[in-house]
């Protein structure tokens, strides 16, 4: 099992335009992962973690895009419950 850490996402326009999401994470090692790699890497049993400023949250996987008229999959995500700073979403982009 291998560990990842994430400190910076890459997102893009959704299709309608409407939002932007999140299409893959870059890890403190400063490689690119697209959303597709890092669900099949966590089906694998290995551990994705955000990091950011001492905070750490585990990554987990969504079928889709989190806002009800997307379609993007597949999608990652973080406990709800983490701080503000290791949330995925707020992660700054790279």
Same mark, same amino acid.
């Given at each position: 099992?291998?560990?990842?850490?994430?400190?910076?996402?890459?997102? @893009?326009?959704?299709?309608?335009?409407?939002?932007?999401?999140? @299409?893959?994470?870059?890890?403190?090692?400063?490689?690119?992962?697209?959303?597709?790699?890092v669900?099949?890497?966590?089906?694998?049993?290995?551990?994705?973690n955000?990091?950011?400023?001492?905070?750490?949250?585990?990554?987990?996987?969504l079928?889709?895009?989190?806002? #009800?008229?997307?379609?993007?999959?597949?999608?990652?995500?973080?406990?709800?419950?983490?701080?503000?700073?290791?949330?995925? @979403?707020?992660? #700054? @982009?790279?």
């Open positions: 099992m291998a560990m990842f850490t994430v400190v910076r996402v890459r997102k @893009e326009w959704s299709a309608d335009r409407s939002h932007r999401h999140i @299409e893959g994470v870059l890890t403190a090692a400063n490689v690119y992962y697209d959303c597709q790699q669900v099949a890497s966590i089906d694998a049993g290995n551990i994705w955000t990091s950011l400023d001492g905070y750490s949250a585990r990554i987990t996987t079928g889709y895009c989190p806002v #009800p008229s997307c379609l993007a999959k597949p999608y990652l995500k973080t406990h709800p419950d983490s701080w503000d700073l290791d949330n995925l @979403e707020n992660l #700054p @982009e790279g």
